[in-house]
């Protein structure tokens, strides 16, 4: 593998995101005394910070690997609306496919950090499910641009904006049009991506979407549980996060289990968004399964080493492939 030449060609790629965007807002500050009104400490504030979180920081993922990238959610119609599409301007976001609603909330997750540990996290969010007339911008929107990417990455945090009936139609849109589909699921629609062509649980998503009482960390009883998983989505792959144990990947009828490499592991937020950012402009790019297993795994495995939900490091991931694969 030329992993420059490869590299290159992620500045070619144009992807698709859908999903739950929401919005990370920190607040950050001293703690030194106790509140006299009830035993709780008081945070004395010192900077406030709010960033992309979600499917959104999938998408910033995808911009630090050189791609261009679309973002189709529904979001608010609240002043944390207008700071994310603020936010999504300055990162060069496309958001032709953002659909404001008066009937949701805008979701913000926000941290309280005081002496640099998160003290309280306080969700403001709306998590019913899109209502019909909400269903039918977001698909209108993602038809009328589908032609245009070369992947699209379903990012499900189970906040209602995956329904049942966009998730059917967009992967049906992806068919039609053969552009590869990429699924980063969560629970209650799990059993809903038929047909994708990668399909990426980590060890506990694929143990509460089927329901398995098998101890996954034992490889026999994963592998049972991926071909039962596959035996109802039907994926043409199906890629398995298993944190300090690399990753496993399944195309019928290989396998192949990558071992994840030693990390100074600081924070283990936001792996998962680079995992399946990675994969999916790899796949995109038309890389073998080996590849995709081990340059998403690789990237995960990096930004573990940095603290907080941290975009990847493009020039740092492109020299960790070429020192490993040439040693």
Same mark, same amino acid.
């Given at each position: 593998?030329n ?31 106790? /509140? ?8 004395s ?10 499917a ?6 995808l911009k ?18 207008q ?5 999504? %301007?300055? %990162?060069?976001?496309?958001i032709?496919?953002?659909? /404001? ?5 805008? $979701? ?17 969010? /709306? ?8 269903e ?7 038809? *009328?641009? &589908? ?21 059917e ?5 992806? *068919?039609? %049009?053969g ?31 089927l ?6 960390? *034992? ?7 991926v ?10 792959? &199906?890629?398995v $996060?298993? /944190?300090?144990?690399g990753?496993? &990947? ?5 396998w ?15 792996a998962?968004?680079?995992v399946?950012?990675?994969a999916?402009a ?9 590849? &995709?297993?081990f340059?998403?795994?690789? %990237? ?6 940095e ?8 020039t740092?991931l ?7 694969? $040439?040693?």
């Amino acid at each position: 593998m030329n992993w420059d030449e490869f590299f290159n060609r992620f500045n070619e790629l144009n992807i698709l995101v859908i999903g739950d965007v929401m919005l990370d807002s920190y607040l950050f500050g001293k703690v030194d005394r106790i /509140s006299p009104e009830a035993p709780v400490p008081v945070v004395s504030v010192e900077r406030r910070d709010t960033r992309l979180g979600g499917a959104a920081n999938v998408a910033l993922n995808l911009k630090a690997l050189g791609a261009k990238v679309s973002i189709a959610s529904v979001i608010g119609e609240d002043e944390h609306a207008q700071q994310m599409r603020k936010l999504f %301007a300055d %990162a060069q976001i496309g958001i032709d496919a953002l659909i /404001s609603s008066p009937q949701r909330k805008t $979701t913000v997750k926000h941290r309280i950090i005081g002496n640099n540990h998160q003290m309280l996290r306080v969700d403001d969010e /709306s998590l019913e499910e899109l209502n019909a007339a909400e269903e039918e911008l977001l698909i209108a929107g993602v038809q *009328q641009l &589908i032609s245009h990417f070369d992947a699209v990455i379903f990012e499900d945090y189970d906040k209602g904006v995956l329904s049942q009936r966009v998730i059917e139609s967009v992967i049906g849109f992806c *068919q039609e %049009a053969g552009v590869p589909s990429v699924v980063d699921p969560k629970k209650k629609h799990f059993l809903l991506y038929k047909g994708v062509d990668l399909f990426k649980p980590n060890l506990k998503e694929i143990k509460e979407g089927l329901n398995s009482d098998l101890d996954l960390r *034992q490889m026999p009883n994963l592998e049972h549980a991926v071909k039962e998983l596959n035996a109802m989505l039907g994926a043409k792959r &199906i890629m398995v $996060t298993l /944190s300090e144990a690399g990753v496993l &990947i399944y195309k019928d009828p290989e396998w192949l289990h990558l071992p994840a490499h030693k990390r100074d592991i600081a924070d283990v937020s936001g792996a998962g968004d680079t995992v399946v950012s990675v994969a999916a402009a790899s796949l995109a790019l038309g890389a073998s399964e080996e590849h &995709i297993a081990f340059l998403s795994n690789l %990237a995960g495995g990096l930004v573990c080493e940095e603290v907080g939900v941290v975009p990847l490091d493009k020039t740092r991931l492109l020299e960790e492939a070429k020192r490993l694969t $040439t040693n």
